[in-house]
């Protein structure tokens, strides 16, 4: 999926209520706006948003804290 091609206003809205939603962002992220993850968390019904603090979009230096985010989410379930 080119995300640049697609409504993501349309694609948030087609999740199903009932499907837990995670979504990490970085708050140094070049290529996505981390004000796109705050979009998402108002149109997504389920979801998660964890934006870490000085993170970039390849989470270069903030891995272990990504791994961390994932892992508490699945075990939230």
Do not use: W
């Amino acid at each position: 999926m080119d995300r640049r091609q697609t409504d993501m206003k349309s694609a948030a809205l087609s999740i199903p209520k009932n499907c837990r939603v995670l979504t990490i962002h970085g708050s140094k992220d070049e290529v996505i706006p981390v004000t796109d993850a705050f979009e998402f968390d108002k149109l997504i019904t389920n979801h998660v948003l964890q934006v870490i603090d000085g993170a970039d979009h390849c989470y270069n230096f903030n891995q272990n804290e990504l791994a961390s985010v994932v892992l508490n989410f699945i075990k939230s379930s």
